[in-house]
């Protein structure tokens, strides 16, 4: 089944190869992904509207606030499918139903039957075909209805108005964790220009809530509210009547636990076992201590906001020296957080991430940065995976290690310890 897969991502992966309009020539020309997902879902029979959606957005925790969400609706007894982006080590990450990702054999069987018919005949009808990241949304509302789904969480991709999971009728319930500066070059340069556009998912007739703390910005959503006659429900402190669990230590993680205890309240669920869920929630490649002696942490956080969390993270760790494996996107705003992440530091190893499609941050000047801030021993490395086993070798067993600055580097580091190979023959041999 391994290479049946491989492939299906090959041809799935593929698509980005057709050409298609250009979306960067100015700020409503994004308004595509949601008109090509409408009519392509058109063909499929509009699985979007025969859902209980949950749709989630924000700068920071949208993985942690939709994960969790499930597992304490899964508690409850619903059965409850989540779509998330990105993933660590495969596609099929993004795709899961309760406890169990979908399997390669369903995968495959959605492709073949309802994809890739449908595509054929929407190349037929309409121009400008849907892009991978439209069709593996399409794809999660196909598995969910197979799996009747009582109810689906998404979580989107980048912003709200525009993106390919906005493509579904009005939700239940809509929330944002919070606002940051990511994505400036598409979603503007100002935090209200983000939360203008992450606004863009509130609709008639749904519950919104939100984390976010500034006035400002929280003005922007419940002016959105009365004119989208959507109802905003103000926070209330659910969170203090559970021990955290060693997940949600930091502030922003305590948020978004108080976020989905809040969304909980207003659906009416009650999960029956709600702090072993608490106390038991993991999340891939966030604060993931995927090793001991000496401790390795895995976290795809990449901008200021997810940067800071780890900064906090870290400080409730305990560790003799700390080893920094590092690398990041071109485009993202790391510097701040950096400054506060370097100081504490001993070693840096400076690498970047193999994605052909993203351009890496320079490591000559990663290094200059670095060195300002604090002169540590530091290196820098074209090969992840060399970083990774020069920090191992130098690392005693009482230290820490720490993988961050994108989630393309440390989805692919994490394949030491968990292979595609490994995901791909767990579920192969799954009868779920």
């Not at 409408?38 to 509009?46: E, G, M, V």
């Not at 059965?79 to 099929?92: E, K, L, M």
Request: glycine share 4%; net charge positive.
């Amino acid at each position: 089944m391994l290479k049946t897969y491989q492939e299906d991502i090959i041809w799935l992966e593929g698509l980005n190869n057709i050409k298609r309009a250009n979306y960067m020539l100015g700020p409503n020309s994004r308004k595509i992904f949601i008109s090509r997902l409408q009519k392509f879902l058109d063909l499929l029979d509009n699985p979007e509207k025969k859902l209980k959606i949950i749709h989630v957005t924000g700068t920071a925790g949208k993985g942690s606030t939709v994960n969790l969400l499930q597992n304490m609706m899964v508690d409850s007894g619903l059965n409850v499918g989540s779509y998330t982006s990105p993933f660590a080590t495969t596609t099929i990450e993004k795709f899961r139903v309760n406890h169990q990702l979908i399997s390669p054999k369903v995968f495959h069987e959605i492709l073949e039957t309802k994809i890739k018919p449908a595509l054929d005949k929407y190349a037929l009808l309409h121009n400008d075909l849907p892009s991978y990241f439209e069709l593996c949304a399409a794809i999660a509302l196909l598995f969910f209805i197979e799996k009747k789904c009582d109810w689906a969480i998404l979580e989107a991709g980048l912003g709200g108005m525009h993106d390919a999971t906005n493509v579904i009728p009005p939700p239940v319930v809509s929330a944002i964790t919070n606002i940051g500066l990511d994505h400036t070059e598409l979603l503007g340069p100002t935090k209200k220009d983000i939360a203008t556009d992450k606004a863009g998912i509130i609709k008639k007739g749904s519950y919104f809530l939100t984390s976010e703390k500034n006035k400002h910005l929280v003005k922007i959503f419940t002016d959105t509210c009365q004119k989208k006659q959507a109802t905003f429900v103000p926070l209330k402190n659910l969170s203090q009547i559970y021990s955290g669990g060693k997940y949600f230590a930091t502030l922003q993680q305590n948020q978004n636990l108080n976020l989905v205890l809040n969304i909980l309240e207003v659906l009416n669920i009650k999960p029956k076992n709600a702090q072993k869920v608490i106390n038991d929630f993991r999340l891939i490649c966030r604060q993931e201590i995927i090793q001991n002696n000496p401790n390795i942490i895995l976290d795809g956080a990449h901008n200021v906001d997810k940067l800071n969390n780890l900064v906090d993270f870290i400080k409730t760790q305990k560790y003799q020296k700390l080893h920094l494996i590092f690398g990041a996107a071109e485009d993202k705003h790391y510097l701040p957080a950096l400054k506060k992440l370097v100081p504490q530091i001993d070693y840096a190893y400076l690498t970047r991430f193999n994605n052909p499609l993203r351009k890496s941050a320079s490591l000559k000047n990663l290094f200059s940065q670095v060195k300002k801030i604090k002169n540590v021993p530091t290196a820098i490395f074209h090969d992840s995976q060399m970083a990774l086993e020069t920090a191992q070798k130098k690392a005693g067993k009482k230290d820490l290690i720490v993988v961050c600055g994108s989630f393309f580097l440390s989805g692919k580091l994490r394949q030491n310890w968990v292979s595609e190979e490994q995901i791909i023959k767990n579920l192969s041999t799954s009868k779920k």
